[in-house]
């Protein structure tokens, strides 16, 4: 068994207090890559629940972060948004049948103690009950789609676009989030809806040249309620900030966070959707 370098790296850098002004801060730091368009559509969409286990929300436990407990609101309400909308709603665990039956000597290296099928520590958390007709799908390795029928999962229903949302950041939701832009899903993540051990990893993953570049697109939970309503419009889609990552930064100031700046931010996106309509109507006149 290796050893449990978890423990070393692991410090609890959020919480349900400061989760809002952390994310406000990040989104503001990558203002300047936000140049791509992808709009988000409900009724395409699917949501993919990473590794919101017990094992790794549970003191006690090899796996424990203490950081998921800042974010398990938020998953629970992207959920209800999802089931409200009746949009496909895929749970990801991880277990393994045996340390030397499917978990492979890498894999072992890197990572202490065995999540196995069946057992107590694999199981979703309290607060998170899949419904009979939601599915749960087991994985081997940190994506969701290595080695699973996600992928067919997700095409049998139609979906092609996925919000990825849970535990790790820069470990099983980066993961799942590369193949599913491999797999030519257009991706969405709640930057308040993931998190990692530490601080560190969240800005060594943002620094990334990934970042930016590749249309995945970071958003926030209450913004969900918005997108999920009537239609996707311009108020809407100008809350939501071209990236790859959730990640969350420090120094944050939580004046950004006041929910009077996203209203405003939302009106100002209507505003601008009716002087783009009456542009267009009067081009049409001239023309």
């Known amino acids: 068994m290796a050893e449990n370098f978890l423990e070393r790296i692991h410090e609890t850098y959020l919480t349900q207090e400061n989760l809002a002004s952390k994310t406000a801060v990040y989104l503001e730091l990558i203002?300047?890559?936000?140049?791509?368009?992808?709009?988000?559509?409900i009724e395409a969409a699917a949501l993919v629940v990473v590794d919101m286990q017990r094992c790794f929300l549970e003191p006690g436990y090899p796996l424990y972060n203490s950081n998921g407990a800042a974010i398990l609101p938020n998953i629970k309400l992207l959920i209800e948004y999802f089931r409200k909308r009746k949009r496909p709603v895929v749970f990801a665990t991880q277990q393994n049948k045996g340390e030397f039956v499917?978990?492979?000597e890498v894999l072992r290296f890197w990572w202490p103690g065995v999540p196995l099928e069946g057992s107590l520590e694999t199981e979703l958390t309290d607060g998170i009950t899949p419904l009979p007709e939601e599915k749960v799908i087991p994985k081997?390795?940190?994506s969701a789609f290595y080695a699973t029928d996600l992928e067919l999962t997700l095409r049998t229903m139609k979906v092609s676009q996925v919000?990825?949302?849970?535990?790790?950041?820069?470990?099983c939701v980066e993961a799942t989030v590369r193949d599913a832009f491999m797999r030519d899903f257009f991706v969405f993540l709640p930057a308040d809806a993931c998190t990692s051990?530490?601080?560190?990893?969240?800005?060594?993953?943002?620094?990334?040249?990934?970042?930016?570049?590749?249309?995945?697109?970071i958003l926030l939970v209450n913004q969900m309620r918005h997108?999920?309503?009537?239609?996707?419009d311009i108020g809407a889609k100008n809350q939501l900030v071209n990236s790859r990552l959730c990640c969350h930064s420090s120094g944050a100031s939580a004046r950004l966070c006041r929910p009077w700046v996203h209203f405003l931010?939302?009106?100002l996106g209507r505003l601008g959707q009716d002087l783009v309509r009456a542009a267009r109507q009067k081009l049409r006149k001239l023309n």
């Open 31 to 41: 203002t300047p890559y936000n140049t791509r368009e992808v709009s988000f559509r």
């Open 102 to 104: 499917d978990r492979g």
């Open 140 to 142: 081997r390795r940190y």
């Open 163 to 171: 919000v990825v949302a849970g535990l790790f950041t820069n470990v």
């Open 197 to 217: 051990l530490n601080e560190e990893l969240i800005k060594a993953s943002q620094s990334c040249d990934f970042t930016g570049r590749c249309g995945f697109r």
């Open 227 to 232: 997108i999920c309503s009537d239609s996707f």
């Open 265 to 267: 931010l939302m009106a």
